[in-house]
């Protein structure tokens, strides 16, 4: 599918919800979609996919400028680490056309989601984001709401009644979070390297 991808240039709709792609096929599948500056919409919901297929998106956003859905949803390994790696690949976006960000049961707590709120200043077009059936108490919602107020946007903000909240303790500190990022993205280079193989 990856060698398939490759060559659909003028991609504009893929969904490859609940395809048990898990990291190994999905990092392949995203790689091939670097580029493709027509694709309006992704859907990766529901693939068992971890911090690993983050740190990979995050290195592909900004090169999806016609992009306006993007659906993360139903991986509770995303947690907050994938989701700042999202929101610095959305922050690297320049004029982006993202109208719905969905990252609702991601495992995502208060760091990552603060992190993917102030991503929203740099999204102008955005009209929707849902960050429901996360790990995020009420403080945490209240300084996601203050963020997005801040920018005039707190409207965008979906349901957020159903967040479970988890002491991020469990999520180590940035120092631990950036170490294993850097154990991570060298996993993700070298998922990512096959995909010039199969490509040849």
């Not at 994938?82 to 610095?88: D, E, K, L, P, T």
């Not at 990552?112 to 999204?123: D, M, P, R, T």
């Not at 903000?157 to 002491?167: I, K, V």
Request: net charge negative; hydrophobic share 35%; aromatic share 2%.
């Amino acid at each position: 599918l990856a060698k398939i991808l490759i060559q659909q240039k003028g991609l504009v709709y893929l969904s490859l919800r609940d395809c048990s792609l898990e990291d190994s096929g999905c990092i392949l599948l995203i790689e091939s979609l670097k580029g493709m500056d027509r694709l309006e919409y992704l859907d990766l919901s529901a693939n068992e996919l971890t911090t690993k297929t983050a740190i990979c998106l995050r290195n592909v956003l900004p090169s999806l400028t016609s992009l306006k859905v993007l659906a993360i949803e139903e991986n509770d390994e995303i947690g907050s680490k994938g989701a700042i790696h999202i929101s610095r690949g959305l922050e690297e976006c320049n004029d982006s056309k993202l109208v719905r960000l969905s990252l609702n049961m991601c495992g995502i707590g208060e760091r990552g989601g603060v992190c993917l709120a102030q991503s929203v200043n740099n999204l102008n077009s955005l009209n929707k984001l849902e960050l429901n059936e996360n790990k995020l108490s009420e403080d945490a919602i209240a300084d996601i709401k203050e963020i997005l107020e801040s920018f005039g946007k707190c409207s965008v903000l979906g349901e957020m009644d159903e967040n479970e909240f988890e002491s991020e303790d469990e999520e180590g500190s940035e120092e631990e979070t950036h170490e294993t990022s850097s154990s991570e993205a060298n996993e993700v280079q070298e998922l990512a390297s096959a995909l010039e193989k199969i490509s040849v």
